[in-house]
């Protein structure tokens, strides 16, 4: 039965309820671009709301939790997950546009290009994550698609494994190495006002407002909002952009219920954009990353992409130990695009390049409930979850592209004219449907504490149902996917020491299956869904001032091919990833700020098909990943400060065959601020360099293509606060 189509413009929103958790202790303390202050340690009665975000920790750059699935915001001390957020004011301070300007300072995440387009994929334990797959206040089917401007995150967190108990499918099937989330920006007590303005070196020129303001006798009433405009060349030659983000968001909180609404717009126009590079079967090395300002797209090579936004939760405090809680959001996506990606066939960076123009739309809408308590069982105490998830998605697409391809040169590129298109599908002014993708689930879970809660247990169960049905270029019913899973989660946490916790955790990730190729015995039947395992150990440390983490993790996750016996096409194969993780972050010493970590990871084919490439590393995975980052406070010099940051990247694959290797790569990053009083107002003058070595690298390879890492950029930044 076919379902009825989605507007995001007929969302009604009927929504209470939230959540309680138990009692907790957070460490928090603040910093600003002069001082530093002293450690706050707050205890509250009760962190009631899965809503509230945890304080950031010392140094302000992390926070001291984040966003665990359907349990909503908790320490990350109490929880057997690795869990980081980044705050705003490192958003602010390192001048990050898009989430993979913030994620670069977390050694498990590797950023590139999605194929063919400008999306920001990413990568993280080894395995991809796409754009369309990051949560908005936990909530998939919200967020824009490609590219996510930083200026609508309060936090932008960091879920490190597998999480199909925590956060459910994703739309797009992706993150089983990992989950990315961003909170909305709320209006703190005290009133904001603050206007910036930004320039490049090449040009592009940003301006933005932040506002916020509480109301009410008790401030109950809040209101966000922000806004940023952008417009002139990258530092890629010929490359030009233009980026319109707005959000406002209203909030409520109540004596024992709380409430907000998301309202958000955010467009993006590509001219000129350089893509991804291919290489050819005939190449037995990676060819030499181009200048890193380059550019080897033709001029006519752009995408617009446009998406309305909107979500509203709900918490209430049934009882004074039990929340009931509620969301429903969702977004509405036009994108158009004329795309070139060339394909090297030569060592001297000969290569052809295609032509192909995509209209693309999208519908989505999620939502979630479900109720949470705290209770005691004698000495035992309870942290039950009852939650359910839903996501739903239509796309509609076509094409036209013109062939063959043109001849060209990445060091040398063509001046090449646009075609007509010889091929077509569907109707480019009017897309037809090409997919509806359907993710319900209910997970129940229970955290067992022991005592004094110093030994906690978590047990639970997402029982899962994902539908999947495609149409081709006409709209006609091609197949359909439907399967469900029982997904379980185990975990443990350990406090031998108020600073110390260890922890475990068997958890598991779900992704819709393959269709069997033409070519096998069960040609067009949908194989079920893909069930990847991951177990992890781990310490987490927290001294107050300085806390990091340690991790061990493996994940398996199955691969199919067809059979050379049987000709059926199923899971037969088997990737799995062993990596050590490290992070150190909080600030040591007076007005002296880290954060930094490093991973190692062993990306080994387990399994493959009559044991062709068996033990080879898998496409587009680093062996190791650095990242070392620092702030300092000058005492000489009150309101400066020096920041800097090395990024290593570890030698990658392009191929199964372990034939073409991608070099490792190191970029350095430098930057420098002043605040300064103006009365009652503060201004903060911003410079950062990226890239200062204007180093030639290839920065990522996965996919199975190239991307190219940005040349040497200067940002200058002022802004006012009053």
Known sequence: MSRPSLSWRSFTFMLLGILPVPSAVWA????????????????????????????????????????????????????????????????????????????????????????GNYAEKFQIRGFELDGEDIAYGGLYGVLPRQVVATNIAERVELFKGANAFANGVS????????????????????????????????????????????????????????????????????????????????????????????????????????????????????PDAPSASSNHAPEWANTELETNFAMLRGEYDIADSWTAYAALGGSDTRESGIYATPTVN??????????????????????????????DTGAVSHQLDLGYSSVYRTTRSAYEMASPGLPTNIYQPADISLREPVFAGGDMNDPNLRSRTRNDGVSLSDTLGFLDDRLLFTLGARYQEVDVTNYDYDGNFDDNFSDTRLSPV????????????????????????????????????????????????????????LGGSLS????????AFTDTQTGIYDYYGEQRNRGVELSVYGEPLDGFRLLSSAMWIDPELTRTDDGTNQGNDAVGVPGYRLVLGSEWDIPQAPGWTLSGRAVRNGSQYLDAANQLEVDSWTRWDLGVRFAMPLNTNTLTLRANIENLTDEN????????????????????SAALDF
């Not at 303390?29 to 899965?50: K, M, P, Q, R």
């Not at 980081?84 to 958003?91: D, M, R």
Request: aromatic share 6%.
């Open 552 to 559: 061990l993790f493996e994940i398996e996750q199955p691969n």
């Open 346 to 375: 030569a060592e001297d960076g000969s290569a052809t390049i295609g032509q192909m123009e995509v209209p693309y739309r999208a519908e989505s809408m999620g939502g979630q409930a479900g109720l949470r308590g705290v209770f």
């Open 28 to 115: 928090q303390a603040s910093s600003n671009d002069s001082a530093s202050l002293d450690t706050v340690t707050v205890i509250g009665e009760a962190t009631a709301s899965g809503d509230t975000t945890a304080p950031a920790f010392a140094g302000g750059q992390v926070a001291a939790g984040a966003r665990v699935g359907t349990w909503g915001q908790r320490k990350a001390a109490d929880v057997p997950f690795n869990v980081i957020g980044f705050t705003a004011e490192l958003i602010e301070n390192q001048q990050s546009e898009t989430l993979a300007d913030v994620l670069i300072n977390d050694a498990s995440v590797q950023s590139g290009y999605g194929y």
């Open 490 to 545: 185990y975990g443990v946490v350990v406090k031998p020491t108020k600073a110390l916790s260890l922890y475990a955790n068997h958890i598991e990730a779900l992704q819709p299956g393959d269709t069997a190729p033409t070519t096998a015995v069960n040609a067009g039947q949908s194989i079920g869904l893909v069930e990847a395992k991951q177990n992890e150990l781990g310490a987490k440390l927290d001294l107050g001032n």
């Open 697 to 716: 690298y290839w920065a990522s390879a996965t996919g199975g293509y190239l991307t190219q890492g940005e040349p040497r950029t200067v940002k200058l």
């Open 171 to 286: 739309p797009g099937g992706s993150g089983v190495g990992g989950a990315i989330n961003v909170e909305p920006k709320r209006a703190s007590d005290e009133p904001l006002t603050q206007l910036t303005t930004g320039v490049t070196d090449s040009g592009y020129v940003e301006s933005g407002i932040e506002l916020g303001r509480r109301f009410g006798d008790q401030n109950q009433f809040g209101v966000r909002a922000s806004i940023e405009r952008g417009r002139g060349d990258t530092a890629i030659d010929d490359e030009e952009r233009r980026a319109t983000s707005a959000v406002i968001g209203l909030d409520y909180r109540g004596e024992r219920g709380r409430a907000s609404l998301d309202i958000g717009h955010q467009s993006h126009t590509v001219n000129g954009g350089r893509p991804v590079v291919r290489v050819g079967s005939g190449l037995s090395r990676v």
